[in-house]
């Protein structure tokens, strides 16, 4: 038997699956933005780990804020001049797909950049469940 949906239902089901295989497509060492009123941010994946609880998201958020994407992406050449605003979040897999943001290329994660994921380690490893953007204080 046949089982007609509502366009919203439909709706509902059709993001709900594009929004868990979006998350999926993101890797370490990926460069992400996000955008606000005032302008474009920047974060990026450390590490994604698999758990008993589902997908962890490592990210770190830099500072700076851009007029455009194309002004971000011409940051990332030279990335060693962005300041860190927070060097460490892990996130739910919930949280993630509320933190509305696209791939704007890949680099290597350096050792560096790697830090605060390892601090993570070694100490609390609690995870948020908060977007990314709460975590910063931009909503």
Same mark, same amino acid.
Request: proline share 3%.
């Given at each position: ?8 239902? #439909?709706?509902? #089901? ?18 992400? #933005? ?14 994604? +780990?698999?758990? +008993?609880?589902?997908?962890?998201? /490592? ?20 990335? +060693?001049?962005? /300041?860190?605003?927070?060097? /460490? ?7 993630? +797909? ?42």
């Amino acid at each position: 038997m046949l089982e007609l949906l509502s366009p919203t239902v #439909i709706t509902r #089901i059709s993001c709900g699956t594009f929004l868990k295989s979006m998350c999926h497509q993101f890797n370490s060492g990926d460069d992400l #933005i996000f955008q606000l009123e005032s302008g474009f941010g920047l974060l990026r994946v450390i590490a994604v +780990e698999e758990n +008993e609880s589902g997908t962890v998201w /490592h990210l770190m958020a830099y500072e700076e804020l851009f007029p455009s994407v194309e002004a971000a992406e011409r940051s990332l050449s030279q990335a +060693e001049v962005l /300041h860190v605003r927070k060097a /460490h979040m892990a996130l739910t897999n919930r949280a993630f +797909e509320r933190t509305p943001a696209a791939r704007l290329g890949t680099r290597p994660v350096t050792e560096k950049e790697r830090a605060g994921y390892q601090q993570w380690i070694e100490n609390d490893r609690r995870v948020s469940d908060r977007s990314a953007l709460l975590m910063l204080g931009l909503r």
